[in-house]
């Protein structure tokens, strides 16, 4: 099956279905010699992929999809909020340097500039603080937030925004981080509050969890 990994378990499991389908998890489980217990997480994965159904007092059946419409109903059906990371942030009045030091010890493409109480004031890439560094001045003493890219020109996501939705961002503005943002009132008007940092790593690790690995 190309596009989704599957363990040799959930493998056997499809190939079980598809030849005795429709089939209980008890059937499943005794033709693998397994408990039900140890059968249970790969099917509750196969299940929610969409690759297998269940109907009660009948069993698990193969549904038919292929494995296009599995990974676009899971990027679909999960929200930014269950797949986030924690974002990596430095303050607005932060050096480059200190910024080009925090993107390197966290091994990350994108740093995240907020202000005081975590507000999303820009976006500092590897290519601007390049450009920062190489105009000759003292970026011990350049404040990140003349080099960053500020808003309206920052893509963002939301933490009830669907994954398949973010992951189209990501491609689009061909960016590797999404800041994951919520809306806040304050006396100054609303602002973004970071609360998270969305990537391709994400959507990898979804596919990980997917495959039961």
């Known amino acids: 099956?190309?596009?989704?990994?599957?363990?040799?378990?959930?493998?056997?499991?499809?190939?079980?279905?598809?030849?005795?389908?429709?089939?209980?998890?008890?059937?499943?489980?005794?033709?693998?010699?397994?408990?039900?217990?140890?059968?249970?997480?790969?099917?509750?994965?196969?299940?929610?992929?969409?690759?297998?159904?269940?109907?009660?007092?009948?069993?698990?059946?193969?549904?038919?999809?292929?494995?296009?419409?599995?990974?676009?109903?899971?990027?679909?059906?999960?929200?930014?909020?269950?797949?986030?990371?924690?974002?990596?942030?430095?303050?607005?009045?932060?050096?480059?340097?200190?910024?080009?030091?925090?993107?390197?010890?966290?091994?990350?493409?994108t740093i995240i500039v907020v202000s005081e109480g975590g507000f999303l004031e820009g976006v500092a890439s590897r290519k601007d603080m390049l450009k920062a560094a190489m105009t000759g001045k003292n970026i011990n003493k350049m404040p990140v937030s003349v080099s960053m890219t500020r808003m309206p020109n920052i893509v963002v996501t939301h933490p009830e925004e669907h994954v398949l939705q973010a992951a189209q961002k990501l491609l689009s503005h061909q960016v590797d981080a999404l800041p994951v943002v919520v809306s806040v009132k304050t006396d100054s008007g609303e602002k973004l509050q970071v609360v998270g940092r969305f990537t391709k790593t994400n959507i990898t690790r979804l596919f990980v969890q997917l495959a039961g690995k």
Do not use: C, H, W
């Open 1 to 109: 099956m190309s596009g989704i990994e599957l363990s040799k378990r959930q493998e056997a499991i499809l190939a079980i279905v598809k030849t005795y389908g429709p089939i209980t998890g008890k059937e499943i489980a005794d033709r693998l010699n397994l408990s039900r217990a140890a059968l249970r997480p790969d099917l509750a994965i196969l299940t929610m992929s969409g690759l297998l159904g269940a109907r009660p007092r009948v069993g698990y059946y193969l549904t038919g999809k292929e494995p296009a419409d599995v990974i676009a109903g899971v990027l679909g059906s999960v929200k930014v909020a269950q797949a986030l990371s924690q974002p990596v942030a430095v303050r607005d009045t932060s050096s480059v340097y200190d910024t080009i030091v925090t993107m390197f010890v966290e091994d990350v493409g």
